[in-house]
């Protein structure tokens, strides 16, 4: 089993709480002081010359990500958040013919459902898929929804309330047959699960960097498989998506034929230069160590929770559990603000209960810990 102890010192908070909520806000890597001060030094010396330095970094900052989901150079970008990349993507398609229904499960992430929802307006046919259990999606739910008239199916690599792992590969496969597109929203997975975007096939992906990734807010990623980079055409764009921006054209956009057509305006520069510690950290300590030492803690978490009685509403098989273990029972709710007031810092979510999620620089005595508090608090209330 990898021994990722000596990385707690580079996350300042560890030695403040007990911090299990990596599936929410990843711990600053303290690196991050000296990056905003390259970002501050910059301005402050360069002033607006800074500029020939901050565009670059859209694509060279999502070269580090690159590289965690093995992404072939120039097919990756940062963008602001997931919410705003699935209005780009959107805005790449026309629901006015016979293939314009869009397939993902009532488990998605809401953000991405608001997007798509919002353009049945424009005629696209929105079929969400029932879980029958709230913590897993049978694939063959899916595989059965995916047809001829499917244009794109905009999916979770792993569930956000449960972190069970959708096989991704399986619906990609199936998408393709049909001539359908998946967008991968991989929020969850990349920097916990293995991801290969080459392997997987996938036509777009999308994330974040403010949970496993430890890269914090401001910094959501694109991949597009290089060959459909200059299929689309997004019609939210702005002016860095121009072939010369600096042209100032008013004619209609004449795309770049790179990946930055589907960048937008200027770039919020700051969250680029403070994601980067944590994708250089990410990628130092293997996501293939994480993964093991994530299987581990959350099966020590499970198996805690289940001798406490508590309903686990996560998948059972490790193989299907990315990084969080939700566990619920009457009061859970007030029993997460509790856990917060004594320190450990863990989420709460409707329909699946608190959120434990531990990464590399936990301990195995912290995933104890926890537990042990949530019995305390338990059985002080009665809960
Ligand atoms: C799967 C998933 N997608 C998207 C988001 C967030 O979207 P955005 O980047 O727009 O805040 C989250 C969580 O915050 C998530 O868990």
Redesign the pocket.
Same mark, same amino acid.
């Given at each position: 089993m990898p021994d990722l102890k000596a990385w707690r010192k580079e996350f300042p908070i560890l030695g403040k709480c007990t911090y299990l909520i990596s #599936? &929410?806000l990843g711990a600053m890597p303290r690196g991050v002081y000296a990056e905003l001060k390259d970002f501050a030094d910059a301005w402050a010396t360069q002033g607006v010359l800074a500029w020939e330095d901050w565009v670059p970094m859209v694509k060279s900052t999502a070269e580090l990500i690159a590289k965690i989901v093995n992404a072939p150079r120039d097919t990756m970008i940062m963008h602001q #958040?997931? &919410?705003?990349l $699935?209005h780009v993507l959107i805005s790449c398609f026309e629901f006015s013919g016979k293939r314009n229904k869009v397939i993902y499960s009532d488990l998605? %992430?809401p953000? !991405?459902h608001y997007n798509w929802k919002a353009r049945e307006a424009d005629g696209a046919r929105v079929v969400i898929v029932k879980s029958p259990d709230g913590v897993h999606l049978p694939t063959e739910l899916m595989l059965k929804e995916i047809d001829e008239e499917t244009l794109v199916v905009p999916v979770?690599y !792993?569930? %956000?309330r449960s972190a069970f792992i959708q096989d991704a590969k399986a619906i990609i496969r199936r998408a393709h047959e049909v001539g359908a597109v998946v967008i991968l929203?991989a929020? $969850?997975a990349v920097g916990t699960i293995p991801v290969d975007v080459q392997d997987l096939d996938v036509d777009f992906m999308v =994330? =974040?960097s !403010?949970?496993w990734l430890c890269g914090g807010p401001g910094a =959501?990623y694109l991949y597009a498989r290089k060959d459909l980079i200059t299929k689309y055409r997004p019609k939210s764009c702005g002016w860095f998506s121009h072939r010369e921006p600096f042209a100032f054209d008013m004619g209609p956009i004449d795309y770049a034929d790179d990946i930055m057509r589907y960048s937008g305006g200027s770039p919020g520069v700051p969250a680029l230069y403070s994601a980067r510690a944590g994708y250089r950290i990410v990628r130092k300590v293997g996501v293939k160590a994480i993964r093991k030492r994530s299987q581990q803690m959350t099966a020590r978490i499970v198996e805690l929770a289940l001798a406490l009685g508590l309903k686990v509403n996560t998948p059972m098989d490790p193989a299907l559990r990315a990084g969080t273990v939700s566990v619920d029972f009457p009061g859970s709710e007030e029993a997460c603000h509790e856990l917060i007031r004594r320190k450990f810092i863990v989420d709460y979510r409707p329909k699946a209960g608190i959120r434990n999620s531990p990464h590399f620089y936990n301990s195995d005595d912290e995933c104890d810990a926890i537990m042990d508090e949530i019995r305390k608090i338990r059985s002080k209330s009665k809960m």
């Open positions: #599936n &929410s #958040n997931v &919410s705003v $699935q998605e %992430f953000t !991405v979770s !792993v569930l %956000f929203d929020y $969850q =994330g =974040g !403010v949970k =959501g």
